[in-house]
């Protein structure tokens, strides 16, 4: 793999719109970005391995909650912040960004939101320094889209909950220490449940052969008459809008996410392309490269304008989840197309493991689906400006 | 003991360099600052220190308020304090007798700088400290240790190193050596909130005046076109260097 020498571009001087102290931060995880990830990326990729070195970094750098309170092991951040560190690490692989995405919005944010103050401190400090790896289980076999209509379901046995049913997809499943499982009660009302690795009758395969965030570990997870203690009850929230408040928090940051995936293809593409001759001149020079690459800069600009907005409502609570929807949609397809031009601008060195250029654009696959299809986005800014959902 | 680590905001290595006002100033725009290299290896270095002997570490810069984000970084690395200089560091004298001012009234034990920054390259302000402060001074220092008041340095020279017994107070002009590029520590995010509470003085500067100007800067000349001579055609290239580039 060639040297990272990424420069992120800043065509409209952003960086005049964020704080001293979210410059401090993303940098810093741009520079653990470039110094612990960038080396060894591509080989944990290409072999299909989750890089469990990097799980102390991920955690220093703030990764695991950043905007959790200092008094739960967060670093009390804002929501610019979560969204630039997000971008920094995505910049570097989206499966990598996935894992902090889940930890942070997908487990810690609903035992932080929905939890019992026992149930914070017993496991928001750990999963903000890594000792603890969480998933989050929604998505079914039969359920995806749809998640309303899961099958998981739990039993009151007086001194416990008894679990059944199955989770499939579930990001981190294969090595998480917790679980953060959505499952329906004897009424069919949707709870959060914590599940532990090692209780009874609950395992984790994992989902091999994916052509896409090969180095984050996805997998399954399988409920066998589970005894799970009651206490392990979200009790804050319940019905589909608890996963649905987590996802709108992990959606806001795979908007940033996806801008850094798409700096690094435009930074890429933009230096190969000055540098690659061909009939006697740069490939910079063409009007087709050209095109290319400043269409890309527009996007990424218009994409990085559309998650600060975004941040700025978020921050003062005012983000709906239509808008979180347009922008996550927006902002990945943004960068799944800027990834195909810009394979192309490196012609045959687009297809290897040297550049990031392709993993980026098959992890993109990935990012496009999950924390809803990009179908179902568009349906829900729909739904929003008509008043007619088309989904149901 | 009390360590001074002055700090230097300079353009980062990768930034585009043009001047403007006639060719006279630097021109900051779209330009990314960082801490100078050569001052970041101190700094490190200074974190061993107090890590290990539980020194006390303060960060020092001549400058405006637009250079605080380097202080910053600075303490969520982990210096204790900050102080910035209130000035423009217009040159190498001015700037070594603002920082001697800080030195003495804050009775430091060791100054690091760096052997340069990599801005303009005067090389000049740790060697005038060390003479304003009556203090040792070791340059192009590549190791340091302290043991009670004694000091031993390493230095490059050229084309190897030399090892110097000196005592307290001392300056040096530290550069890469000190610590290697992969101790350099990327602020986590505990040093960041810390950072936070922790103090960043602002004084005046004394009164002190430049010994220098800069008139103008120039930048090289860019490079010439390139003429390719396939490899079957030795002739054309003895010709070429012969006649057009007289060089043979
Ligand atoms: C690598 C990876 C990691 C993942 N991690 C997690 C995780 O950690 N936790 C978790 O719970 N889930 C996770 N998922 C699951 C992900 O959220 C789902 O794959 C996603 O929600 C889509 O569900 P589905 O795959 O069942 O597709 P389906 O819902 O079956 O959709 C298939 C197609 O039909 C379209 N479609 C569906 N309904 C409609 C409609 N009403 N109108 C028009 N078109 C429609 C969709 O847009 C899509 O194009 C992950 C997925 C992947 C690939």
């Given at each position: ?392 | 003991m009390k360590i001074l680590v002055c700090i230097s905001h300079v ?23 960082v801490i100078n290299p050569n001052d970041e290896f101190g700094l490190t270095r200074a974190m061993w220190f107090k890590e290990k002997q539980g020194a006390n570490v303060t960060v020092v810069n001549v400058g405006?308020?637009?250079t605080?984000?380097t202080l910053?970084k600075a303490l969520?690395i982990g210096a204790d304090e900050a102080i910035r200089v209130?000035a423009?560091a217009t040159d190498g004298a001015f700037v070594a007798k603002q920082l001697a001012k800080v030195a003495q009234d804050g009775g430091y034990d060791l100054i690091i700088a760096g052997r340069e920054s990599i801005d303009y390259n005067g090389g000049m302000v740790p060697g005038m400290l060390a003479t304003l402060t009556d203090a040792n001074f070791v340059n192009t220092c590549i190791g340091l240790e302290v043991e009670g008041n004694e000091a031993t340095a390493v230095r490059e020279i050229d084309g190897g190193k030399e090892t110097i017994q000196t005592s307290l107070p001392l300056v040096i002009g530290g550069q890469k050596g000190l610590v290697e590029e992969s101790d350099l520590r ?12 922790k103090q960043?003085t602002?004084v005046?500067p004394a009164?002190a005046s430049n010994e220098t ?36």
């Amino acid at each position: 793999m060639k040297p990272d020498l990424f420069e992120a571009p800043d065509y409209y001087n952003v960086d005049e719109l964020l704080s001293d102290e979210h410059k401090l931060v993303r940098d810093a995880a741009r520079q653990w970005v470039k110094r612990e990830v960038s080396p060894i990326i591509e080989d944990f990729a290409q072999r299909a391995e989750f890089p469990d070195q990097i799980i102390g970094g991920l955690a220093e750098i703030g990764a695991f909650g950043p905007y959790i309170p200092v008094e739960y092991g967060g670093a009390g951040l804002d929501q610019i912040s979560y969204g630039l560190i997000m971008q920094e690490i995505e910049r570097g692989d989206s499966g990598v960004r996935s894992t902090a995405s889940v930890q942070s919005s997908l487990v810690m944010y609903p035992i932080w939101k929905y939890g019992t103050e026992e149930q914070r401190k017993k496991y928001l400090p750990k999963l903000a320094s890594g000792e603890f790896m969480g998933c989050f289980g929604l998505t079914e076999p039969d359920h995806g889209s749809n998640p309303g209509g899961m099958v998981t379901n739990f039993k009151d046995k007086g001194d416990h909950y008894l679990l059944n049913g199955a989770k499939l997809w579930i990001s981190n499943a294969p090595f998480a220490d917790v679980a953060v499982v959505w499952a329906k009660d004897e009424s069919g009302r949707i709870h959060g449940l914590i599940v532990e690795r090692g209780m009874e009758g609950f395992s984790t395969p994992e989902t091999h052969n994916k052509w896409s965030l090969r180095a984050s570990a996805t997998g399954e997870l399988i409920f066998d008459n589970v005894k799970v203690p009651k206490e392990n009850l979200l009790p804050g929230k319940s019905g589909l809008g608890a996963p649905l408040g987590c996802l709108d928090s992990a959606r806001y940051g795979i908007a940033w996410g996806a801008i850094g995936a798409a700096m690094d293809c435009y930074d890429t593409a933009l230096r190969y392309a000055k540098e690659r001759i061909q009939f006697d001149k740069p490939i910079a020079a063409t009007q087709l490269q050209q095109k290319k690459l400043a269409e890309m800069i527009t996007e990424i600009t218009k994409a990085q304008l559309l998650a600060w907005r975004l941040g700025v409502l978020r921050e003062e609570g005012r983000a709906t989840s239509a808008q979180i929807s347009m922008a996550k949609r927006n902002n990945v397809e943004m960068a799944i197309k800027i990834a195909r031009e810009a394979r192309q601008v490196l012609g045959g060195m687009g297809i290897t493991g040297e550049y990031s250029i392709m993993r980026h654009m098959v992890n993109l696959e990935s990012v496009i689906t999950y924390e809803g299809t990009h179908d179902i986005h568009l349906l829900i800014t729909g739904m929003d400006i008509t008043g007619h959902a088309a989904f149901k | 003991m009390k360590i001074l680590v002055c700090i230097s905001h300079v353009p980062d290595t990768t930034s585009k360099i043009n001047f403007t006002e006639g060719d006279t100033k630097f021109d900051t725009n779209g330009v990314q600052f960082v801490i100078n290299p050569n001052d970041e290896f101190g700094l490190t270095r200074a974190m061993w220190f107090k890590e290990k002997q539980g020194a006390n570490v303060t960060v020092v810069n001549v400058g405006g308020p637009e250079t605080e984000p380097t202080l910053r970084k600075a303490l969520a690395i982990g210096a204790d304090e900050a102080i910035r200089v209130n000035a423009e560091a217009t040159d190498g004298a001015f700037v070594a007798k603002q920082l001697a001012k800080v030195a003495q009234d804050g009775g430091y034990d060791l100054i690091i700088a760096g052997r340069e920054s990599i801005d303009y390259n005067g090389g000049m302000v740790p060697g005038m400290l060390a003479t304003l402060t009556d203090a040792n001074f070791v340059n192009t220092c590549i190791g340091l240790e302290v043991e009670g008041n004694e000091a031993t340095a390493v230095r490059e020279i050229d084309g190897g190193k030399e090892t110097i017994q000196t005592s307290l107070p001392l300056v040096i002009g530290g550069q890469k050596g000190l610590v290697e590029e992969s101790d350099l520590r990327i602020p986590n995010m505990r040093g960041i909130m810390m950072a936070r509470k922790k103090q960043l003085t602002i004084v005046e500067p004394a009164d002190a005046s430049n010994e220098t100007k800069a008139v103008k800067f120039e930048k090289p000349a860019p490079k010439g076109a390139v003429k390719l001579v396939s490899p079957d055609n030795l002739d054309e290239l003895v010709s070429l260097l012969h006649n057009e580039a007289k060089v043979i």
